[in-house]
C-alpha cells in the first residue's frame, strides 16, 4: 500500500537510505551520500551528494505522494522557490515519490528537474550525466487513487463525460445523472483534477484531455482478465444474424406495452463483435456478449449454444463496469456497447484488439471529439 504524504515526511531517513539505494545501482554515480534537512528548512526534505566523473554534485529533494501530476507540479515550485531563497543556485532539483508515472516524468522533464520514485525508476540530469531508468511498477498495480477512479462505479461517471457533447458538470450533475453518491462524485472530481485530465472551472469541471483519461482506462482493463464463459454455436452468416434478432426481440417492448427489461441491461454485442459494427478492421468470427441472467437464457435458445468441446465461438462476460450498459447503438433490434465502452474491452484482446482498439479510436472516437472541442 503506498504511504501517504505525511507517512513518508515522518520518515524521511527511511526514504533518503533507499534513495541511496537505488541511487547506488547507478554506475556514474559513486560514493553516494544522503542528509535529511532540518524541519522547514527552505521546504527541502532531504539532499543527496554524489560524484560525477571525479566531481561532487548536490540533490535537493522534496517528497511527495502518491506523486500525481497535479502534486508533482507543486513540488516543483517548491524545489525552485527554495532554490531562490537559499542562493544555492548549483544544485539540481529533484522531485521524489512512491511512482511517478510517463505523464508524470514528462512534466519534469519540461521544467527541468530529476525525479527519482521509489520503484527504482529516475530521470537524473546533473552537470556531465544523464541517467533514465524505466521499469514496470512492481505488482503490475496502479496507485490507490488511481485504481478507485476506474472502479466499477467510477465507471459510470467517466463513461458519462467521455461519451457525452456536455462540456463542463458540477458534482451535482455527476452524482444525479450517474445516480451515485455526491461524495463518490466529489472523489472522481478530485482525481480527474489530480491527473490533470480535467480542470477546474466556475461552473464545474471540463475534461481536457479525453485521450490521455481514456489511454490511462485502457491500461487499467489490461490488468484484470475478462470475466467470461466459452460457448460453441453452429450459426453463422445470416442465420446467425436473424438469431440474434430473435434473442434481442424478447427484450423489446410491444407496443403499448411497457418493457419487460431495459435492453442494455439484459443484452449486447461486445468488443470484436460490437467493433465490426462500429469501426470494422479484424474480422474475428467469434461473437462477443454481455448478458445478464434473462440475457443468457433467450441467447442461448435462439442461437443453440452448446459446451464448447471443439472450441467456442461465442464468448459471453456480464459487465462488471456499470458504464458498460451506458450509451448503447442499436440498428435492426440488436444492440452494441458505445464507442468507449468497446475501445476498452479491445484493449485486453491480445495484439490483434489493440490493433482494433487503435483502429476505432483513430477512425471514431478522436473525430466525434474534435467536431465537438
Not at 463513461?159 to 450533475?173: A, K, N, Y
Not at 464545474?204 to 464463459?229: M, N
Request: glycine share 8%; charged share 25%.
Amino acid at each position: 500500500m503506498v504511504k501517504s504524504e505525511s507517512e513518508l515526511k515522518s520518515g524521511l531517513d527511511e526514504v533518503a537510505r533507499e534513495i541511496r539505494r537505488i541511487l547506488a545501482e547507478i554506475p556514474v554515480l559513486e560514493h553516494v551520500e544522503t542528509r535529511v534537512w532540518p524541519e522547514g528548512s527552505h521546504g527541502i526534505d532531504f539532499e543527496v551528494s554524489a560524484e560525477v566523473a571525479g566531481v561532487r554534485r548536490r540533490l535537493i529533494c522534496e517528497v511527495k505522494s502518491p506523486g500525481h501530476p497535479r502534486q508533482l507540479r507543486s513540488a516543483i515550485q517548491q524545489l525552485e522557490a527554495a532554490k531562490r531563497a537559499s542562493g544555492q543556485t548549483d544544485v539540481s532539483s529533484v522531485v521524489v515519490a512512491p511512482y511517478v508515472s510517463l505523464r508524470g516524468a514528462e512534466i519534469c522533464a519540461e521544467a527541468g528537474v530529476s525525479f527519482i520514485d521509489l520503484e527504482g525508476n529516475c530521470r537524473l540530469q546533473l552537470p556531465g550525466a544523464y541517467v533514465e531508468r524505466r521499469g514496470e511498477r512492481k505488482g503490475g498495480a496502479p496507485p490507490r487513487r488511481l485504481h478507485s477512479l476506474f472502479s466499477p462505479k467510477a465507471a459510470k461517471v467517466l463513461m458519462l463525460m467521455l461519451e457525452s457533447q456536455e462540456m463542463v458538470w458540477s458534482v451535482e450533475d455527476l452524482a444525479k445523472t450517474a445516480e451515485i453518491s455526491l461524495g463518490h462524485a466529489s472523489n472522481v472530481r478530485r482525481a480527474l483534477l489530480d491527473q490533470e485530465w480535467a480542470r477546474a472551472e466556475k461552473r464545474g469541471i471540463r475534461l481536457v484531455d479525453r485521450p490521455g483519461l481514456l489511454e490511462a482506462w485502457g491500461q487499467e482493463r489490461v490488468r484484470r482478465k475478462p470475466r467470461r464463459s466459452g460457448y460453441y454455436t453452429l450459426l453463422h452468416g445470416a442465420a446467425l444474424q436473424r438469431a440474434l434478432e430473435g434473442a434481442f426481440r424478447e427484450f423489446l417492448p410491444s407496443p403499448g406495452t411497457p418493457p419487460r427489461h431495459r435492453v442494455p441491461d439484459d443484452l449486447l454485442l461486445c468488443s470484436f463483435s460490437a467493433a465490426a459494427r462500429i469501426a470494422p478492421f479484424a474480422r474475428v468470427p467469434s461473437l462477443y456478449l454481455y448478458a445478464s441472467h434473462a440475457g443468457f437464457s433467450a441467447i442461448s435458445a435462439h442461437i443453440e449454444l452448446a459446451p464448447a468441446e471443439r472450441g467456442p465461438n461465442v464468448f459471453i462476460g456480464k459487465a462488471t463496469d456499470l458504464g458498460a450498459a451506458l450509451h448503447p447503438i442499436g440498428e435492426g433490434g440488436v444492440f452494441w456497447t458505445s464507442p468507449i465502452q468497446t475501445y476498452l474491452d479491445l484493449k485486453r484482446e491480445g495484439e490483434r484488439g489493440r490493433e482494433a482498439a487503435r483502429h476505432l479510436l483513430e477512425t471514431v472516437v478522436l473525430p466525434r471529439w474534435d467536431a465537438t472541442s
